[in-house]
């Protein structure tokens, strides 16, 4: 019998995973079925326990369910942990597991798909709000020489790194005004490029060695990509991270990890 998967979420009509895992199916020729649930706003879990009742054997959760999510699972991964989300849930044995795959992908995005180092570099990371949050522990395990995170609102990252910092850390908070170094990765994690707004991250964090990435991804470059690439700065959008995310959630269910890159040149040719 078909196994079947779902991605919830309230909306959940613009969401790329559909496709993505049917690809990763055929690819790899397991059985699986996946499909949209837009879930009430007060009825995450309904929705979920539905799922389970009829047979459901995972999910990707997303905006805006997953901190309920994380509150949800019987067990969780180290990285849910941290995070303190869930964007996938695997039922088995009457039992819920939550996990993290989103920082894992931005990672894997970065270090394998671009070939960008982390390890040893001066990172930036703009914004303190959940993706923030989420990159944060697989950035350090690549040990990189620093990280600062720069927000707006500088409580939030003095947060994050109180929560993340251990011993002698490379992790530090900053406001925007108070950046003045050349980073070798800029990370654009805040929602600005929603809106078409670029962060106040001053122009003398890049150079022509930086790479800047956006989490955000479309037809054409983010405001913030455009600003990076005119400083000299390699740029990449978020679809990589995207479709990694993704590919991670399918080797915690199935066991078996896809390539990528097909997927990821075909979503590309979509946008
Ligand atoms: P949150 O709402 O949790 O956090 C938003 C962050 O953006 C805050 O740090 C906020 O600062 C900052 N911010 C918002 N507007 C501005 C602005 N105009 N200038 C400077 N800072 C601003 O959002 P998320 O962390 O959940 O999502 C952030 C982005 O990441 C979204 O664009 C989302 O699409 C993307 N994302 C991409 C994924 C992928 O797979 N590619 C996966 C997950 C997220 P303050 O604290 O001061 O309000």
């Known amino acids: 019998m078909t196994d079947r998967y779902v991605v919830i979420g309230n909306p959940i009509v613009h969401s790329k ?19 949209r649930l837009l879930a009430p706003l007060d009825g995450f879990e309904a ?40 964007n996938t849930l695997k039922f088995s044995g009457g039992r819920i597991y939550g996990d ?68 002698d850390s490379p992790l530090s908070a900053a406001r925007f005004g108070d950046l003045h170094d050349r980073f070798d990765i800029v990370i654009n994690a805040t929602s600005a490029s929603l809106s078409a707004e670029l962060p106040p991250v001053p122009a003398s964090a890049f150079s022509s060695a930086t790479f800047a990435y956006d989490m955000m991804y479309g037809a054409a470059p983010t405001v913030f990509l455009q600003m990076a690439a005119a400083h000299g700065a390699q740029v990449r959008d978020g679809l990589g991270m995207l479709v990694e995310q993704a590919a991670e959630s399918f080797l915690i269910w199935r066991g078996v990890r896809p390539d990528t890159l097909p997927v990821y040149q075909w979503l590309r040719e979509q946008l």
């Open 47 to 86: 929705s979920v326990r539905d799922f389970i009742a009829g047979g459901g054997c995972g999910a990707n959760v997303t905006v805006p369910f997953k901190l309920e999510a994380f509150a949800l699972a019987d067990e969780l991964s180290r990285r849910a942990q941290a995070v303190g989300a869930v």
């Open 17 to 35: 995973s559909p496709q993505i895992h049917a690809r990763f199916a055929q690819q790899t020729g397991e059985d699986i079925a996946y499909d």
């Open 100 to 167: 993290n795959t989103d920082g894992v992908g931005l990672v894997r995005d970065i270090v394998t798909n671009a070939g960008v180092a982390v390890a040893g570099s001066r990172v930036l990371l703009l914004g303190a709000g959940g993706a923030a949050r989420g990159v944060i522990l697989p950035l350090l395990e690549q040990q990189p020489e620093r990280i600062v995170i720069a927000n707006r609102t500088l409580s939030k990252a003095d947060e994050l790194v109180a929560q993340f910092a251990q011993g």
